[in-house]
Nanobody, 123 residues
């Protein structure tokens, strides 16, 4: 019914930049929050950054000042600009859409996850 698809991952050298994109599609009326999480090998999934439909943002301490999250509500798309990348940023990055209201069932709030995109920071 609703899906989110990430793009933009890849291999980058330390100090480099990448921009991730995530588009939500389906019979969407609104989405409260869209965000990025990541999971490194052997570690738990953690929040990277989240943005609400009103533009409020929250970042993990480890990425503050380096990553910027933005959103296009009209396109149901969220972006993550990642600068000054470090090897410890290597992980699978997952897009999350929370508080999704669909036109076919407006009384429900859905949460949808993407399949993930791999970001590798290495020289």
């Amino acid at each position: 019914q609703v899906q989110v698809v990430e793009s933009g991952g890849g291999l980058v050298q330390p100090g480099g930049s990448l921009r991730l994109s995530c588009a939500a599609s389906g019979s969407i009326f609104s989405i409260y929050a869209m965000g990025w999480y990541r999971q490194a090998p052997g570690k738990q999934r953690e929040l990277v950054a989240v943005i609400t439909s009103g533009g409020s943002t929250n970042y993990a301490d480890s990425v503050k000042g380096r990553f910027t999250i933005s959103r296009d509500n009209a396109k149901n798309t969220v972006y993550l600009q990642m600068n000054s990348l470090k090897p410890e940023d290597t992980a699978v990055y997952y897009c999350n859409a929370e508080g999704v209201v669909v036109t076919t069932d407006p009384n429900r709030y859905l949460e949808v996850w993407g399949q993930g995109t791999l970001v590798t920071v290495s020289s």
